[in-house]
């Protein structure tokens, strides 16, 4: 079982539509979790941490179910400028395995 | 700006040759990691280094090494270079509550 796992997509999704990513991990023993995005040819760059059950940012929210092994990122009333690959992290002793990243398009 | 330096941008190499990718930032941190993002996929977590000793590994093989000097600056060494190294390298140092900060990375190609 890999390590970290998400649905690729890619989603593609009208302006102002409300979109959710899931994410899977493994390993029990992760403590926190980082959402992060990618612009193509670009490096990532943090989103969102959470350290509980869960944490909200203006029109991102994500969600933690430890006993479930996800977390889940929504993204309410989506903008052109959404439009990215969604890396999600559980971290494990500071050491972050990511998935494959789930692309989305925002379309005008 | 992270503030985490990455040299080369770019580098183009030939099979068999060896390689090295350096990593530095504007303040000291002492947990760094690197991974290895092949087009379409996410990053690969490589090794990590805290306080120049490696402590963590991913399922890399041994040609791919590190080093970590006294100002947290560090290196990712790769021997005797396969078609499938071609890759973007990326260096990221841990920032705490919020997790690891990039660097821009290095593009290798491998020929």
């Known amino acids: 079982r890999k390590e970290v796992e998400q649905d690729p997509g890619p989603f593609n999704v009208p302006e102002g539509a409300t979109v959710a990513f899931n994410c899977t991990y493994s390993?029990?023993?992760?403590?926190?979790f980082f959402w992060y995005r990618q612009d193509c040819r670009k490096e990532p760059k943090l989103l969102m941490s959470?350290?509980?059950s869960g944490n909200e940012d203006g029109r991102f929210t994500a969600q933690l179910n430890r006993a479930s092994q996800y977390i889940s990122l929504l993204i309410r009333d989506s903008k052109l400028s959404d439009s990215a690959t969604y890396l999600c992290a559980p971290n494990t002793g500071n050491q972050f395995y990511f998935g494959t990243g789930t692309s989305l398009t925002v379309i005008p | 700006e992270t503030g985490v330096t990455q040299s080369p941008t770019h580098l183009i190499k030939t099979r068999g040759q060896q390689v090295t990718l350096r990593c530095s930032s504007q303040?000291?941190?002492?947990?760094v990691s690197w991974y290895q993002q092949a087009l379409g996929q996410g990053p690969q977590f490589i090794f990590q280094?805290?306080?120049?000793?490696?402590?963590g590994r991913g399922n890399f093989p041994p040609r791919f090494s590190g080093l970590q000097f006294p100002n947290y600056s560090s290196e990712l060494n790769v021997n005797a270079l396969e078609l499938d190294d071609s890759a973007l390298y990326l260096c990221a140092l841990w920032t705490g509550l919020s997790g690891y900060t990039f660097g821009s990375g290095t593009r290798l190609t491998v020929v």
């Open positions: 959470v350290y509980s």
């Open positions: 280094y805290y306080r120049e000793e490696e402590n």
């Open positions: 390993n029990s023993a992760s403590q926190s």
């Open positions: 303040s000291g941190h002492n947990t």
